[in-house]
């Protein structure tokens, strides 16, 4: 089973790139990496997800190295709304038995 | 597309009694789905993994007899809380996964705030 470390808080200032990081070494070939974010007292928020390439969508980029140990999450432009605890999940198990567990995120505030 | 509504979003109880919180896939068909409980200050831990027509696969430490999960349709499944206690007090999440695509994302409902006085 694949788990995943990231650091537990970053600041960012609004209308800079956040930059988050995310340790899986442990990854197996066929999981994907997926992140999620969850504002105070909300249910999390799908981002993005990937395999091996990178990828890109309204709401972020996602970087994933070429060995798949790791990958960075990356607001283009934050602002105050992306305050939230962002959770980086490799997904555990295979086909109906598999599933999501979280970690403990990152905490980003993004500051005026 | 793709969205989970749970039901209710708040919810008080007295101690000893017991509640019923809904979970429905609104624009898609959810042959699994996820129950989380997340306490304060902490991140969601996995409760059970619910399967339309069959048995819901509970995590370690979880009591099945506790907790009762019911799918009995491809878009709804309903987690219980029976004899509920003070310390079951907690923000509980469910989670969709669109039918037989395991590699998607999970789609989250907004949570139910329990609270057991």
């Known amino acids: 089973d694949a788990k995943t470390t990231q650091p537990p808080s970053m600041d960012c200032a609004e209308g800079r790139a956040a930059n988050l990081p995310c340790n899986h070494s442990?990854?197996?070939?066929?999981?994907?990496v997926y992140w999620y974010r969850q504002i105070h007292s909300q249910g999390p928020q799908y981002i993005i997800h990937?395999?091996?390439n990178n990828e890109t969508n309204e709401m972020a980029s996602l970087i994933i190295t070429e060995d798949r140990k790791s990958s960075t999450l990356i607001l283009p432009h934050a602002t105050l709304r992306d305050t939230a605890v962002y959770y980086c999940?490799?997904?555990?198990?295979?086909?109906?038995?598999?599933?999501?567990?979280f970690g403990t995120g990152t905490r980003l505030q993004v500051t005026l | 597309g793709a969205v989970v509504s749970q039901h209710p979003s708040r919810v008080i109880c007295k101690s000893g009694t017991s509640v019923k919180i809904e979970c429905r896939s609104l624009?898609?068909?959810?042959?699994?789905m996820f129950w989380y409980r997340q306490f304060p200050k902490q991140s969601l831990m996995l409760m059970a993994t619910?399967?339309?027509?069959?048995?819901?696969?509970?995590e370690q430490g979880v009591e099945k007899d506790k907790f009762l999960i019911n799918h009995a349709s491809l878009t709804l499944s309903t987690l219980t809380v029976t004899s509920a206690h003070p310390e079951d007090s907690s923000f509980y999440i469910c989670?969709?996964?669109?039918?037989?695509?395991?590699?998607?994302?999970?789609?989250f409902g907004n949570g139910t705030r329990l609270t057991v006085t």
């Open positions: 989670s969709a996964r669109v039918a037989s695509s395991y590699n998607s994302p999970l789609h």
């Open positions: 442990t990854i197996s070939g066929n999981e994907y």
């Open positions: 990937g395999l091996k």
């Open positions: 999940i490799v997904r555990v198990g295979t086909g109906t038995a598999s599933k999501l567990t």
């Open positions: 624009d898609f068909q959810a042959t699994t």
């Open positions: 619910s399967n339309e027509g069959s048995k819901a696969t509970y």
